[in-house]
């Protein structure tokens, strides 16, 4: 069994920042990238940010020089700061992670469960 779990989604105000974790459990071999997509209401669901087991990062331009991706691979955990938040930053976001777990030779795309994160006044 292979579990990933958000945290930290919430209400925030504009101009505000929240920290979104993401935490990889269970019987894990290796994980090579990692990601955070969202999905507002009535919109596909988006790469927000990608992250390499490297470090190498890559944003959407929508995000750049306002969100910051970073994982510990020791730990299986990745996080999103998200500073200046605008409310078309409101939406559902995702863990990803594509992993290769121990009864597997393949590597596979794992989701979490969602986090909401809110910014409103």
């Known amino acids: 069994q292979v579990q990933l779990v958000e945290s930290g989604g919430g209400l925030v105000q504009p101009g505000g920042s929240l920290r979104l974790s993401c935490a990889a459990s269970?019987?894990?071999?290796?994980?090579?990238?990692m990601g955070w997509y969202r999905q507002a209401p009535g919109k596909q669901r988006e790469l927000v940010a990608d992250i390499t087991g490297g470090g190498s990062t890559i944003y959407a331009d929508s995000v750049k020089g306002r969100f910051t991706i970073s994982r510990d691979n020791d730990k299986n955990t990745m996080w999103l700061q998200m500073n200046s938040l605008k409310p078309e930053d409101t939406a559902v976001y995702y863990c990803n992670a594509k992993l290769k777990p121990y009864s597997s030779f393949y590597y596979f795309d794992y989701w979490g469960q969602g986090t909401q994160v809110t910014v409103s006044s």
């Open positions: 269970g019987s894990i071999f290796s994980i090579n990238a």
